[in-house]
């Protein structure tokens, strides 16, 4: 799932829920993982990354939150 927000300057922009490997600071994608985060898989809530944990065997990572302009993750909550 893919969030839009207003930036300062009026334009929407893209906020983007991601699973991120707390360690290697690499992105879950496709039951693997990627440098790049924009090839991440979008989590749509708590639920679903639950369950991408349990299903995939994930632990020590995070969600993060990601605006699609910004070259860092703003917010990122431990959740196994």
């Known amino acids: 799932m893919i969030a839009r927000k207003l930036g300062g300057n009026g334009q929407e922009q893209a906020v ?5 490997h707390n360690d290697s600071r690499e992105y879950f994608k496709d039951g ?17 990354a639950a ?9 020590d ?10 070259a860092c993750d703003v917010f990122c909550t431990p959740i196994r």
């Open 16 to 20: 983007r829920r991601v699973l991120r």
């Open 32 to 48: 693997g993982w990627t440098s790049n985060p924009s090839e991440a898989n979008c989590i749509s809530d708590a639920v679903e």
């Open 61 to 70: 990572v995070e969600l993060a939150l990601r605006y699609d302009f910004a």
């Open 51 to 59: 369950e991408a944990c349990a299903r995939y065997g994930l632990s």
